[in-house]
Structure formats: C-alpha cells, structure tokens
C-alpha cells in the first residue's frame, strides 16, 4: 500500500496508522470509499477534504445597476505573486466586462478572439500559465441578485433573491462565502447525498446496539440535522446567530431563489512533489 496514500487518510480522518491501513487494503487504495467505510466503523462524523490544491488566481463579479442580473468568474494563475499583479488583474476585469456585456457562460466562446490573444501576450510576458476556468452568470426575474467578494479575492459568490435588495442580497452572499452551503432549502439536496448519508449514520446507528426504534430515530434526527446545517436556509445567519438566513430574508418580504459560489481552485487536483523523497531516491539509484 503506497505510503502517500495511507499519509493522506491519516491527515484526513486523524485515525491511526493501522487502522488507515487496513482501510486503505479493503478500499483496495480508494481513499474515499476508505473514509466511507471509517466513518461507519468508527463513528467518525466528518473528514477533511484532499489536501491543498496549488491552484491560484482570483475571482470577480459584476453586477447590472438595477440588480437585475450579475456575472462570477474565475481566473487562475499558478502563483499567488502573479494573481496580485496589476497587469493579471486588468485582463480578469476585461474578462469579467466581456462576460458582462454578452451574457456569456460558455468560456471557450467568451474566450475566441481578442481575449485569447490578451490573455497568450500575458503568458508571454508574465511566464505563468493563466486561464479562464469557469463563468457563472445569475438573473433575477422578480428580484434582485446581490454579490459579495472576500477580501482577498478567493471567494465570490452571486445570491438571487425574489423580493429585497441588493443590500440584503449582499448579506446572503457574504454568509454563503463564509459558510459554504450546499443548497438553498433541505429539499433540494441531491437524494445520492441523503442516501450516502444515511447509510453512514445507519451503520454508526446500528453499532450502538440500542433497540430498533431507538436507532430509526437516531438516523432521522441526524439526518435532519445534516439536512439543516448545509441548507443556506436553515444556517444561523453569520451576523446575527440568533436568526436564520431564511427568517432574515423572509422578514424582509423576500425569499432565496439561488446562489453561486466559486472559490479559488477549488476541485482542481494537483500534484504534489516531495522533493526531499525525490533527492533521496536519486542519490539510492
């Protein structure tokens, strides 16, 4: 069993290093069926996501004045260096504007033409790889869409609301860049999720050894439990924990209709070199 592989689980889930081990051998090296199996087994709740991807660059949005529609891109770069500078952050503007005024979402037809040409001449002239990952582009058709961007430009997230503000719509998206839900109400989480879910909390459940109704209710509670902490709805709301987002929104008259959310390299697998265990070897050979 490759060492990395049990490093990895072990980094992931905290469990010792016999017990990564056996995992990882009936997994047959599949981590996250590894992790799956764990948290049946050990009633582990969570475990940390892959490790840090080195994917850089920022995201943007702009937003029409009247709220009625907004953009989100990503645009990445391979250091966090080039991802401040000001020539990189022109191009992203002028990519942010393009999808702005054409309402586009595909990137490879934002993309033909003059912006490809800019971004090959920054390539040339930076020496880094940089590219348009992904658009996202939200209209409100009785509502208002609202934006927010962390601070450092990493994270960016579009809400719209039927109903509110622009002020309010800020507010959702300022929580959903902090807390990350999953979907805007309970109902619309994916039913594969729940199902993964329970299976998780029914094998925890089972192990208890508590009578039957006992550990039907058990699943239920947890997973209406999951169900609320990743439902943008049922979050208390970041600024005033006392409230949900969704009473927040209601009590202005409004409602969520949908959010985006994009953070920087985020899903981008990238590998990663261990240069002492490189040098090592070399010298072995």
């Known amino acids: 069993m490759s060492a990395s592989l049990v490093k990895e689980l072990r980094e992931r889930t905290g469990l010792g290093l016999l017990e990564c081990k056996k995992a990882l051998a009936a997994a047959n090296g599949d981590v996250d069926a590894a992790i799956e199996e764990l948290r049946k087994s050990s009633g582990m709740k969570a475990a940390k996501k892959a490790g840090r991807t080195a994917a850089d660059g920022v995201v943007a949005t702009r937003i029409a004045d009247d709220g009625s529609y907004g953009v989100l891109v990503e645009v990445n770069s391979e250091t966090d260096f080039v991802a401040r500078d000001e020539g990189f952050l022109a191009f992203v503007r002028k990519v942010v504007d393009a999808a702005f005024d054409g309402r586009q979402t595909d990137v490879a037809a934002l993309m033909d033409g003059e912006l490809e040409s800019d971004r090959q001449a920054l390539v040339q002239k930076i020496g880094e790889n940089i590219g348009v990952r992904r658009v996202a582009l939200t209209s409100a058709a009785d509502g208002v869409v609202g934006a927010y961007v962390h601070g450092n430009n990493r994270i960016g997230v579009l809400v719209e609301l039927q109903g509110g ?121």
Do not use: C
């Open 165 to 285: 503000d622009q002020d309010l719509a800020r507010d959702v998206a300022m929580h959903v860049a902090a807390v990350n839900p999953q979907v805007v109400k309970p109902e619309d989480m994916p039913q594969e999720v729940v199902e993964k879910e329970k299976e998780i909390y029914t094998a925890q459940a089972l192990d208890s050894g508590k009578p039957a109704e006992i550990v039907e209710k058990m699943i239920g509670g947890r997973i209406k439990k999951f169900l609320a902490e990743n439902s943008l709805v049922d979050q208390a709301f970041v600024k005033d924990p006392d409230t949900t987002v969704g009473k927040l929104v209601s009590g202005a008259g409004a409602s969520v209709a949908s959010f985006a959310r994009f953070e920087v390299g985020e899903g981008i697998e990238v590998e990663s070199v261990d240069f002492a265990a490189e040098v090592a070897a070399q010298l072995k050979g």
